[in-house]
C-alpha cells in the first residue's frame, strides 16, 4: 500500500476507509488512502524519540485523533481534533507513564465497549511493573477526555497489571480481549485480559503454577516472536513478530481458546510490527526494518495490504 515510510508504528482507520499512520522517529502523522496515496496530516510537537521511543500508538473515533508518544520526560497520550483534514486542539490527556529507552508500551485502541485502551512497558524498571501506583507495565482503560472508565478495578486508569511490554490489543468476535507482551529471554506472551488481572511480571515470564498469576495462552522464544501488533480477523489473531520476521495467525476456538499457531512470510518482508484490520475485515501490516535493530529492504519501510 505505501512505501519508503521510516518506522511506521500505528495504524488506525478512519470512517471512510482512509488509515492514519505513525511514523516513531520523524514524530509525523500520515493519511494513507485506500488507493495507497500518502499524505502528512501533521507533525507531533513535543516528541522525543530515542530508543524505543517516539510517536507510537494511534487510535480515532470520529473526528478525533489519539496518539501516545514519549516527550522529554514520560509517555503520554494526546488527542486532537481532524474534522478540519488536519490536527487542531491538542489535549494531553495522560501523563506520567514511565519513559526508558526500551519498554516504552505505545499501542492504542478503542474495545467494543467504546472505552481507550492503552499498552504501556515497564521502562526499563521491572519493579514498576507490579506496583499499582505506577503506569508502567500496564494496560490502562480510560475515557476519551482521559479519566478513568467506569468500573475500573482500582479506581484508577489501571485495569491490568504485572506486564513487561504491551505492543498489541484486539478483541474477538465475542469482545474477549486479547494482548501480546515481550518476554526477556524465555518466553513471549499472548494473554487474554481480565479486569484487574496479574500477568506476573518480573516474577513469572511465561506459564507458572502461581494462583496469583495468569497464564498466557499462547507463548514463544523471543526469537520466533517478538510480538508486537495485534488484530483480530476472520477468526484468528495476527500477530506481527519483529525478531522472528513472519506474521502469526493464532486460530481462535469458540470458547476464546488458541489453535496452533500458524507462521506466514517467514523472512520474506523482515521486521513486522503494526498489524491492523481494515474495514473490509483483511490486514494492514508494517513492516519495521529501519528501526534500528532490522536489514533495510528496497522501499522499507512498507505497509503490506495481506488478503484473507
Do not use: C
Request: charged share 20%.
Amino acid at each position: 500500500m505505501a512505501t519508503d515510510l521510516t518506522v511506521p508504528w500505528g495504524i488506525a482507520f478512519l470512517r471512510g476507509g482512509d488509515a492514519l499512520v505513525t511514523e516513531r522517529n520523524s514524530a509525523r502523522l500520515l493519511r494513507i488512502t485506500r488507493a495507497g496515496q500518502v499524505s502528512e496530516v501533521g507533525t507531533i510537537e513535543g516528541v522525543n524519540a530515542s530508543g524505543e521511543g517516539g510517536l507510537l500508538g494511534v487510535a480515532a473515533r470520529g473526528n478525533m485523533v489519539f496518539v501516545y508518544y514519549t516527550a522529554a520526560d514520560d509517555n503520554r497520550i494526546v488527542r486532537y481534533d481532524l474534522s478540519s483534514g488536519r490536527l487542531t486542539n491538542p489535549k494531553v490527556l495522560v501523563t506520567g507513564i514511565p519513559k526508558g529507552s526500551q519498554h516504552d508500551g505505545g499501542r492504542l485502541a478503542f474495545g467494543p465497549d467504546g472505552y481507550l485502551y492503552a499498552g504501556t512497558g515497564d521502562a526499563g524498571d521491572s519493579s514498576l511493573a507490579q506496583r499499582l501506583d505506577s503506569l508502567g507495565g500496564k494496560i490502562l482503560r480510560m475515557t476519551v477526555d482521559g479519566a478513568p472508565a467506569p468500573r475500573n478495578p482500582f479506581g484508577t486508569l489501571v485495569y491490568s497489571y504485572g506486564h513487561r511490554n504491551v505492543q498489541g490489543l484486539a478483541w474477538d468476535w465475542a469482545g474477549r480481549m486479547y494482548a501480546t507482551e515481550f518476554g526477556q529471554n524465555t518466553w513471549d506472551e499472548i494473554n487474554a485480559i481480565k479486569s484487574g488481572g496479574n500477568y506476573g511480571w518480573p516474577v513469572v515470564e511465561g506459564k507458572s503454577n502461581d494462583p496469583r498469576f495468569i497464564n498466557p495462552i499462547v507463548t514463544w522464544t523471543p526469537a520466533e516472536a517478538s510480538p508486537s501488533g495485534l488484530a483480530f480477523a476472520k477468526g484468528s489473531l495476527w500477530v506481527g513478530a519483529l525478531r522472528g520476521e513472519r506474521l502469526w495467525q493464532v486460530p481462535l476456538r469458540w470458547n476464546g481458546t488458541p489453535g496452533t499457531p500458524i507462521a506466514h512470510y517467514t523472512g520474506v518482508y523482515g521486521r513486522l510490527r503494526a498489524v491492523a484490520t481494515t474495514p473490509g475485515r483483511d490486514l494492514w501490516v508494517s513492516t519495521s526494518n529501519k528501526d534500528g535493530r532490522g536489514t533495510p529492504r528496497t522501499g522499507d519501510d512498507k505497509i503490506l495490504n495481506v488478503k484473507l
